[in-house]
């Protein structure tokens, strides 16, 4: 049963859908960014989808056509070697996404800093594996909170009120953003100690270079 919630949670956080998840919380903080009223617009849920499509979708389509061409055993990827052509393509796909983004005059530059760090995460990651067999999860989770921390600091930590038909009227802050961060970062690197055969140094590498790619980029986009 524990180890099934884990795998439940692994597949929620997974590495992929991180840029999403950004896009999203952005979208949360402040949807000015992208000429929409809120989260709920249609094109919002557009640009949301596309991002889905293009960082998780045909990523793992690609992951998906190297198992029966043998450059992969299992979808798991459990092996250091069985990593580096996943690496290679996702790392490539996502180097081509960050540069059309950064170059798209009409997606905000914070958002463009989001996506290339995750790119630089990943080919940070690719290297890395080479020596060690880093959390590709905690890669993911330490770049979310690093947006998270960063827009601490871009934007206002001013309550933003949303409606829900269960919950009704509510408020966010970044910093419950921040908490929510922490919370689930703890959850999923628990959740791979427990499914896989890692050591804490994995998850602590990975958060870092998460984290760290993260202000590599914004110094790259922002302060160029």
Same mark, same amino acid.
């Given at each position: 049963?524990?180890?099934?919630?884990?795998?439940?949670?692994?597949?929620?956080?997974?590495?992929?859908?991180?840029?999403?998840?950004?896009?999203?919380?952005?979208?949360?903080?402040?949807?000015?960014?992208?000429?929409?009223?809120?989260?709920?617009?249609?094109?919002?849920?557009?640009?949301?989808?596309?991002?889905?499509?293009?960082?998780?979708?045909?990523?793992?389509?690609?992951?998906?056509?190297?198992?029966?061409?043998?450059?992969?055993?299992?979808?798991?990827?459990?092996?250091?070697?069985?990593?580096?052509?996943?690496?290679?393509?996702?790392?490539?796909?996502?180097?081509?996404?960050?540069?059309?983004?950064?170059?798209?005059?009409?997606?905000?530059?914070?958002?463009?800093?989001?996506?290339?760090?995750?790119?630089?995460?990943?080919?940070?990651?690719?290297?890395?594996?080479?020596?060690?067999?880093?959390?590709?999860?905690?890669?993911?989770?330490?770049?979310?909170?690093?947006?998270?921390?960063?827009? !601490?600091? #871009?934007?206002?930590?001013? %309550? =933003?009120?949303? &409606?829900?038909?269960? $919950?009704?009227? *509510?408020?966010?802050? @970044?910093?419950?953003?921040?908490?929510?961060?922490?919370?689930?970062?703890?959850?999923?690197?628990?959740?791979? !100690?427990? #499914?896989?055969?890692?050591? %804490? =140094?994995?998850? &602590?590498?990975?958060? $870092?270079?998460? *984290?760290?790619?993260? @202000?590599?980029?914004?110094?790259?986009?922002?302060?160029?």
């Amino acid at each position: 049963m524990i180890k099934s919630i884990a795998q439940i949670i692994s597949f929620v956080f997974h590495p992929l859908l991180v840029v999403t998840y950004m896009l999203v919380i952005l979208m949360l903080i402040n949807p000015y960014l992208f000429g929409v009223n809120g989260i709920h617009d249609e094109v919002s849920k557009l640009i949301i989808l596309r991002a889905f499509i293009t960082t998780f979708i045909i990523p793992i389509a690609g992951i998906l056509i190297l198992k029966p061409l043998g450059w992969v055993q299992s979808l798991a990827l459990e092996q250091k070697e069985e990593r580096i052509a996943p690496y290679i393509l996702t790392g490539l796909f996502y180097a081509w996404v960050a540069v059309n983004t950064y170059n798209d005059g009409n997606t905000p530059k914070v958002f463009a800093s989001f996506a290339m760090g995750a790119a630089i995460a990943l080919f940070i990651a690719f290297f890395v594996n080479v020596f060690s067999k880093i959390s590709v999860h905690a890669v993911g989770m330490g770049s979310l909170l690093g947006m998270i921390i960063i827009s !601490l600091f #871009l934007f206002d930590n001013q %309550p =933003m009120f949303y &409606y829900s038909d269960i $919950l009704g009227r *509510f408020s966010l802050r @970044l910093t419950d953003f921040l908490l929510a961060g922490l919370f689930f970062a703890g959850l999923v690197g628990s959740s791979r !100690l427990l #499914l896989s055969q890692k050591e %804490p =140094m994995d998850l &602590y590498g990975g958060y $870092l270079i998460g *984290f760290c790619s993260q @202000l590599l980029a914004l110094r790259i986009v922002l302060f160029a």
